[in-house]
């Protein structure tokens, strides 16, 4: 088995999974607050980078995953901005 070297979409989308389990590990380690908005604006940034990735190697199980990821933290967001 041969691996090539990463692409620049690769690089994004591993940059995304990166800001998704450094928000998983906040929360895990009671870093970062699951009701504020670094928790929802971490997760979001990483489905939208991982979203960026799929378009130049289409996935669709990650897509489905990552437009409810995107969505989920889209809400987690607003409701972050209504409470402050």
């Not at 450094?22 to 997760?43: H, Q, V």
């Not at 130049?56 to 967001?77: D, H, K, Q, R, T």
């Given at each position: 088995m041969t691996f090539d070297a990463p692409t620049i979409p690769d690089i994004i989308g591993l940059i995304g999974v990166g800001f998704i389990l450094l928000t998983y590990a906040g929360l895990?380690?009671?870093?970062?607050?699951?009701?504020?908005?670094?928790?929802?604006?971490?997760?979001?940034?990483?489905?939208?980078?991982?979203?960026?990735?799929?378009?130049?190697?289409?996935n669709l199980a990650s897509f489905v995953i990552e437009i409810a990821w995107l969505a989920?933290?889209?809400i987690?967001?607003?409701?972050?901005w209504r409470r402050d």
């Amino acid at each position: 088995m041969t691996f090539d070297a990463p692409t620049i979409p690769d690089i994004i989308g591993l940059i995304g999974v990166g800001f998704i389990l450094l928000t998983y590990a906040g929360l895990t380690l009671e870093k970062i607050n699951p009701k504020g908005w670094r928790y929802s604006l971490g997760n979001g940034l990483g489905a939208i980078l991982i979203l960026i990735s799929l378009f130049y190697s289409f996935n669709l199980a990650s897509f489905v995953i990552e437009i409810a990821w995107l969505a989920i933290s889209v809400i987690g967001l607003w409701k972050a901005w209504r409470r402050d």
